[in-house]
């Protein structure tokens, strides 16, 4: 997940972001109660995202997830309403936003995550932090137990992160603090994959609703060795959405593919370098990626091994494939040097392999 930082805004042009959201939106909010009172803590806003309604109102904690129209939830913004909540005179409030917002754009790129953010389309994120509720009933950490009519969520954590959030527990950490959270996806187009093929970069681009793509490009600037200082560079228009190619001879060292809409604003990105982002994927023959990884160079999906057997170079094997496995992936090779030479390996002459424990 890439994110790029937009200029600072006032809050009404956030509730203008929302009103002009795809639709429907997911209207989630929790309370707490704080003595005898209850205190309106959460608010997620999430656009394009369809949620079942619920009230659920527990001994200390409250939750309700509404499906409303962009209208409605930017006039609830702006006017801090939560809506309508059962038993409560005039319902609950949260706090006018004071000062500025300062959103970001979340790209769909790979290997970069942000805290909740979405990961299928690019989308606009700001939050606000209206600061602490002293003496609230509820921990983060607490069961959420009610009447056999309430369903049981074994922490509130869990409880906010199905119900407010649409993530999973591990997501949220930390204590139970107010936040306003506001997210919109766009859904006119995105980068779905990027491949490497016979001398091209190939990038797959989708659109999430008809005619989306109308007007936009695809735009990259590549170098292939990390020493040179010209770039290359290619504009593609699209007409829709499917496979577009640019003729790069090799996999670049560096590479910047942007997608931007007909007023040249970025809506998603895909890139990579020696030291940011994920390579493309090589197709085409083993033989073939074969001869492109040995000349690639090391890097954090790629690791030579120029001999097994011995317990040390095992155990650093095994960390290497632990590593890969419980991240993004990567490729090993075993029989090269680091300075990419090919020196083979005869296995006949590694020892047991199970000493890498």
Same mark, same amino acid.
């Given at each position: 997940?890439?994110?790029?930082?937009?200029?600072?805004?006032?809050?009404?042009?956030?509730?203008?972001?929302?009103?002009?959201?795809?639709?429907?939106?997911?209207?989630?909010?929790?309370?707490?109660?704080?003595?005898?009172?209850?205190?309106?803590?959460?608010?997620?806003?999430?656009?394009?995202?369809?949620?079942?309604?619920?009230?659920?109102?527990?001994?200390?904690?409250?939750?309700?997830?509404?499906?409303?129209?962009?209208?409605?939830?930017?006039?609830?913004?702006?006017?801090?309403?939560?809506?309508?909540?059962?038993?409560?005179?005039? %319902?609950?409030?949260? !706090?006018?936003? +004071? &000062?500025?917002? /300062? @959103?970001?754009?979340?790209?769909?790129? *790979?290997?970069? $995550?942000?805290?909740?953010?979405?990961?299928?389309?690019?989308?606009?994120?700001?939050?606000?932090?209206?600061?602490?509720?002293?003496?609230?009933?509820?921990?983060?950490?607490?069961?959420?137990?009610?009447?056999?009519?309430?369903?049981?969520?074994?922490?509130?954590?869990?409880?906010?992160?199905?119900?407010?959030? %649409?993530?999973?527990? !591990?997501?949220? +950490? &930390?204590?139970? /603090? @107010?936040?306003?959270?506001?997210?919109? *996806?766009?859904? $006119?187009?995105?980068?779905?994959?990027?491949?490497?093929?016979?001398?091209?970069?190939?990038?797959?681009?989708?659109?999430?609703?008809?005619?989306?793509?109308?007007?936009?490009?695809?735009?990259?600037?590549?170098?292939?060795?990390?020493?040179?200082?010209?770039?290359?560079?290619?504009?593609?228009?699209?007409?829709?959405?499917?496979?577009?190619?640019?003729?790069? &001879?090799?996999?670049?060292?560096?590479?910047?593919?942007?997608?931007?809409?007909?007023?040249?604003?970025?809506?998603?990105?895909?890139?990579?370098?020696?030291?940011?982002?994920?390579?493309?994927?090589?197709?085409?023959?083993?033989?073939?990626?074969?001869?492109?990884?040995?000349?690639?160079?090391?890097?954090?999906?790629?690791?030579?091994?120029?001999?097994?057997?011995?317990?040390?170079?095992?155990?650093?094997?095994?960390?290497?494939?632990?590593?890969?496995?419980?991240?993004?992936?990567?490729?090993?090779?075993?029989?090269?040097?680091?300075?990419?030479?090919?020196?083979?390996?005869?296995?006949?002459?590694?020892?047991?392999?199970?000493?890498?424990?």
């Amino acid at each position: 997940m890439g994110i790029i930082s937009l200029p600072a805004e006032d809050w009404g042009q956030v509730a203008n972001r929302i009103r002009k959201a795809d639709g429907p939106i997911a209207w989630c909010w929790a309370a707490a109660r704080a003595g005898a009172d209850w205190k309106f803590a959460l608010l997620t806003i999430r656009g394009a995202t369809r949620i079942a309604r619920n009230f659920l109102k527990y001994p200390n904690l409250m939750i309700s997830t509404q499906e409303i129209s962009p209208a409605t939830a930017a006039k609830r913004f702006a006017t801090g309403a939560a809506g309508p909540v059962p038993h409560i005179k005039g %319902g609950l409030r949260f !706090a006018s936003q +004071q &000062g500025q917002a /300062n @959103p970001f754009w979340m790209t769909t790129e *790979p290997e970069h $995550r942000y805290r909740l953010a979405l990961a299928d389309w690019p989308h606009y994120y700001v939050n606000s932090n209206p600061g602490p509720l002293s003496n609230l009933h509820v921990g983060m950490d607490d069961p959420v137990l009610g009447g056999s009519d309430l369903p049981y969520y074994p922490s509130v954590r869990a409880a906010l992160a199905d119900l407010v959030y %649409g993530v999973a527990p !591990a997501e949220l +950490q &930390g204590a139970f /603090n @107010p936040e306003i959270l506001v997210r919109l *996806p766009d859904l $006119r187009g995105r980068v779905e994959s990027v491949a490497f093929k016979q001398g091209t970069v190939q990038v797959t681009v989708a659109q999430g609703k008809p005619s989306g793509l109308a007007g936009f490009s695809l735009r990259a600037a590549w170098r292939l060795e990390p020493g040179q200082s010209a770039w290359s560079k290619s504009d593609l228009p699209l007409t829709g959405p499917g496979m577009f190619t640019f003729v790069t &001879g090799d996999v670049p060292a560096e590479m910047s593919v942007i997608l931007v809409d007909a007023s040249s604003m970025l809506v998603d990105r895909y890139q990579w370098s020696d030291v940011v982002g994920q390579r493309p994927q090589v197709l085409g023959p083993l033989s073939a990626r074969l001869a492109r990884w040995v000349t690639e160079g090391e890097h954090e999906h790629l690791e030579y091994k120029q001999e097994l057997g011995h317990e040390k170079v095992n155990r650093s094997f095994a960390d290497t494939v632990a590593a890969f496995a419980n991240g993004d992936g990567g490729i090993v090779l075993v029989g090269v040097a680091d300075d990419m030479t090919v020196v083979g390996w005869d296995r006949r002459n590694a020892k047991d392999q199970r000493s890498a424990g």
